[in-house]
């Protein structure tokens, strides 16, 4: 076998993509295959149509859930990896659908796309994994790995190896060095936050063993699917009940709101239980009109909806001063206005553990933040203005390149498979 068969998938929290190293391939040309509507990313969401057993897949599940069509949204699938959820199921058009072959379908149909575009069978790939699936439980992460790993041979792939994610994103950026750089790399995706000091350069990157180049890798286990969470509850959340009083005078029960406000988690909200619950709750709350909105909400099945609004507004407020929410569909002509500092003061504790984890990897790689040529951000995430500013505040003297926000890393797999399986 030659590279040819050799892939990088790039399974991601929110958005995957699969890129391909190839001889021959022209300076520069991209290394991303076109997974949807000719777009190199395809959002790592999977929709069950009630109607008729239908599956579909990124935009398109996301387009038709929002059009109102009867069925089931699943999204952040790569959380369950590490946590015991794995092994459990969930119910889709009244049967049990274990949660590993969820991911099993999702990675298959990542990879058959890969293929389609690239008119050649994968059979053997580098995957990206972020340092660490689990924080502080070396034996958790290692079963996430292996249950990833499992999974993706389900698919097809007869031979497997791993790169951490910041480094692939290192791969990437070295291809457009002409000098050597130390270089921090910063990967802030959907679920993890994980970083790399390593030494790049043209020369360097011409080796087939890199380990002497990285100097620290290390991560923690937050994301822009955190940063979703903290700014739904802070911001959101209290609109439907959130932190008001019973008649009994004390605090309502988080529970489903915490459900709610989690990707992985919104489907919980939407049992029988969990709407017998919320009946009680309105029924004994002083402020019935939220308790309304949050069984409208559970109603409707808008959950997914709602964390859609609310990630949009995460966006917009990372590159301007405010943003508005409509909750029409849930109470008509209502709508929230956030500012920018709505957002940094209710993810500011998740940036101080990033900020904490990047200041650490520094001082245990013994290095002078002077000493760093270049902090490269890549990861959907890593655009948050407040992360940004106190990451660049612990290196001062580095220059600051953004590279693909969602390409990187999947180009960079590309780049080791072909090194690996060469």
């Known amino acids: 076998?030659?590279?040819?068969?050799?892939?990088?998938?790039?399974?991601?929290?929110?958005?995957?993509?699969?890129?391909?190293?190839?001889?021959?391939?022209?300076?520069?040309?991209?290394?991303?295959?076109?997974?949807?509507?000719?777009?190199?990313?395809?959002?790592?969401?999977?929709?069950?149509?009630?109607?008729?057993?239908?599956?579909?897949?990124?935009?398109?599940?996301?387009?038709?859930?929002?059009?109102?069509?009867?069925?089931?949204?699943?999204?952040?699938?790569?959380?369950?990896?590490?946590?015991?959820?794995?092994?459990?199921?969930?119910?889709?058009?009244?049967?049990?659908?274990?949660?590993?072959?969820?991911?099993?379908?999702?990675?298959?149909?990542?990879?058959?796309?890969?293929?389609?575009?690239?008119?050649?069978?994968?059979?053997?790939?580098?995957?990206?994994?972020?340092?660490?699936?689990?924080?502080?439980?070396?034996?958790?992460?290692?079963?996430?790995?292996?249950?990833?790993?499992?999974?993706?041979?389900?698919?097809?792939?007869?031979?497997?190896?791993?790169?951490?994610?910041?480094?692939?994103?290192?791969?990437?950026?070295?291809?457009?060095?002409?000098?050597?750089?130390?270089?921090?790399?910063?990967?802030?995706?959907?679920?993890?936050?994980?970083?790399?000091?390593?030494?790049?350069?043209?020369?360097?990157?011409?080796?087939?063993?890199?380990?002497?180049?990285?100097?620290?890798?290390?991560?923690?286990?937050?994301?822009g699917t955190d940063f979703d969470r903290a700014l739904s509850l802070a911001s959101v959340m209290p609109m439907l009940g959130l932190g008001s009083l019973l008649k009994s005078g004390l605090q309502m029960p988080s529970a489903h709101y915490f459900n709610l406000a989690t990707w992985h988690t919104i489907n919980l909200a939407y049992t029988r239980k969990a709407w017998s619950q919320i009946s009680e709750l309105q029924r004994d709350a002083q402020d019935k009109t939220r308790l309304e909105r949050l069984q409208s909400v559970v109603k409707e099945r808008a959950g997914h909806w709602l964390a859609i609004q609310v990630e949009q507004a995460k966006i917009e407020l990372s590159n301007s001063h405010s943003a508005q929410i409509d909750i029409d569909r849930i109470d008509a002509g209502q709508s929230l206005t956030l500012q920018r500092a709505d957002m940094d003061g209710s993810i500011d504790a998740l940036v101080a553990s990033v900020e904490h984890t990047v200041a650490r990897l520094l001082r245990d790689a013994g290095l002078a933040a002077a000493g760093i040529d270049t902090v490269f951000f890549t990861g959907g995430s890593s655009g948050v203005p407040l992360l940004r500013e106190r990451i660049l505040a612990l290196t001062p003297q580095a220059r600051s390149v953004e590279g693909d926000l969602f390409g990187s890393i999947g180009s960079g797999l590309a780049i080791d498979a072909r090194r690996k399986f060469s």
């Open 1 to 223: 076998m030659s590279a040819l068969d050799a892939c990088g998938i790039d399974f991601g929290t929110s958005n995957s993509t699969a890129g391909w190293s190839r001889p021959g391939q022209s300076a520069g040309a991209s290394l991303l295959l076109p997974l949807e509507d000719n777009k190199p990313t395809l959002p790592s969401v999977v929709f069950f149509h009630a109607e008729d057993a239908h599956v579909s897949y990124g935009r398109a599940a996301l387009a038709e859930y929002l059009a109102g069509h009867e069925g089931r949204l699943m999204r952040s699938l790569k959380s369950l990896l590490g946590t015991s959820m794995i092994d459990e199921h969930t119910e889709i058009a009244g049967r049990a659908l274990p949660f590993r072959a969820l991911l099993a379908q999702f990675i298959g149909e990542l990879k058959r796309r890969a293929e389609q575009a690239a008119g050649q069978t994968f059979t053997r790939a580098v995957l990206g994994r972020p340092v660490f699936f689990i924080d502080g439980d070396a034996a958790a992460d290692q079963r996430a790995q292996d249950t990833l790993e499992a999974i993706a041979r389900q698919s097809g792939l007869q031979e497997i190896a791993f790169q951490y994610e910041p480094i692939a994103a290192a791969f990437d950026y070295e291809s457009t060095l002409t000098r050597e750089e130390l270089v921090l790399v910063v990967d802030i995706g959907g679920g993890t936050s994980d970083f790399t000091l390593i030494r790049l350069s043209p020369a360097r990157a011409l080796r087939s063993d890199r380990r002497e180049d990285i100097l620290a890798s290390s991560g923690v286990h937050i994301g």
